[in-house]
């Protein structure tokens, strides 16, 4: 830039201040990327750049007109950086909404003219036993699928030589540690994790799958899917137990199918309890699914053993409550009227295709 000697010339240099500005701010918004940004930036900005080349020529100018010019510059210069902050965040916010987008799992059900299909009818039964439970206000809580012998057993109160604990009814993993290590044998292992949490009182159900060493035949499976039911609060009673089954029964079954209890022993439940609902194959006539008895197990159910409540930190003078449990499997079997749970695991499209 040559000198500026006069009045008239200081003015013609903002108007090219002006141009400057109109140009870088064009080269700016022309940027598609923050890369792309970022070099635009450098090019009306840094050292190389027109402003800092005007910036320079300030020593040329008379003395008296520096500091006009001077500020005409700076001005300038922090219109542009405002423009560059503009463009920064409308990049980051444009380039997140593309990683988003690009990250996104499409949930939605595919149409059946391009995929028939449905979910499993034992998935389907999981889920209408998620919304009954949360309609009575319990929580969905998750634990692990493999778990220690201390959860899994020795906190439900099952003593070292009961039968559940022996190699023919669990899977006990090599793990190269010091305890045993198993593949859950129940949902029961979160009950003392829930419990753990210190957080009372407990209302929630546990759906997952879990393992045992069964040999699979009309009402067994090796692995099969259970949900737990945990209730620990002040004043809990048998009788509570006995209307939330009662309840759930009736929600999922109808009002047709009836629901008792008898006695039983669970190590983890005192007083222990099978509950049994009408026979949905027989309508509670008697058939082979049912032994000819018109009842069939569900579950099994009882006030939470004292000793389980202690193992977890709870005052059990103080806090009571009620557990349950029952295959999922088991409990879609009589929904439907299928006479053996290994149709479930068979994939037969015939079968599956029907429900």
């Known amino acids: 830039m040559r000198p500026v000697p006069d009045h008239e010339q200081i003015e013609l240099t903002r108007a090219e201040l002006d141009r400057l500005v109109a140009g870088a701010t064009g080269r700016l918004a022309g940027c598609a990327s923050g890369e792309e940004l970022e070099a635009a930036t450098s090019e009306v900005l840094g050292r190389g750049s027109a402003l800092s080349a005007m910036h320079r020529a300030l020593a040329q100018v008379a003395p008296e007109e520096r500091p006009a010019l001077g500020e005409a510059i700076n001005a300038a210069r922090r219109a542009i950086e405002e423009v560059v902050e503009r463009l920064r965040s409308e990049l980051s916010v444009r380039q997140r909404a593309a990683r988003l987008q690009a990250d996104r799992l499409d949930l939605t059900e595919v149409l059946p003219s391009r995929l028939p299909g449905h979910l499993h009818v034992v998935t389907r039964v999981w889920e209408e036993l998620e919304d009954v439970f949360l309609g009575m206000g319990y929580e969905i809580a998750e634990g692990n699928e493999v778990e220690t012998d201390w959860y899994n057993f020795t906190a439900l109160n099952i003593p070292p030589d009961?039968?559940?604990?022996?190699?023919?009814?669990?899977?006990?993993?090599?793990?190269?540690?010091?305890?045993?290590?198993?593949?859950?044998?129940?949902?029961?292992?979160?009950?003392?994790?829930?419990?753990?949490?210190?957080?009372?009182?407990?209302?929630?159900?546990?759906?997952?799958?879990?393992?045992?060493?069964?040999?699979?035949?009309?009402?067994?499976?090796?692995?099969?899917?259970?949900?737990?039911?945990?209730?620990?609060?002040?004043?809990?009673?048998?009788?509570?137990?006995?209307?939330?089954?009662?309840?759930?029964?009736?929600?999922?079954?109808?009002?047709?199918?009836?629901?008792?209890?008898?006695?039983?022993?669970?190590?983890?439940?005192?007083?222990?309890?099978?509950?049994?609902i009408t026979c949905t194959i027989c309508g509670g006539a008697g058939c082979r699914t049912c032994r000819r008895t018109g009842w069939i197990e569900l579950g099994g159910c009882g006030m939470v053993h004292p000793a389980v409540l202690e193992a977890t930190g709870v005052d059990s003078e103080t806090w009571t409550g009620f557990a349950f449990g029952f295959g999922i499997d088991r409990l879609a079997l009589m929904r439907h009227g299928i006479e053996d749970l290994r149709t479930f695991v068979e994939n037969d499209v015939r079968f599956l295709s029907q429900l």
Do not use: K, N, W
Not at 170 to 194: A, I
């Open 162 to 276: 009961h039968p559940a604990r022996s190699m023919q009814d669990s899977f006990y993993l090599d793990h190269g540690g010091g305890e045993s290590v198993l593949l859950r044998t129940h949902t029961s292992p979160v009950q003392v994790h829930l419990l753990e949490r210190g957080e009372l009182p407990v209302y929630a159900i546990v759906p997952g799958r879990v393992y045992r060493r069964d040999t699979a035949d009309a009402s067994h499976l090796p692995v099969f899917h259970q949900i737990e039911g945990l209730v620990v609060d002040r004043g809990v009673s048998f009788s509570d137990l006995a209307g939330t089954i009662d309840a759930f029964v009736r929600a999922i079954f109808g009002s047709g199918v009836a629901s008792r209890l008898r006695p039983a022993y669970f190590p983890f439940t005192e007083p222990s309890a099978e509950f049994e």
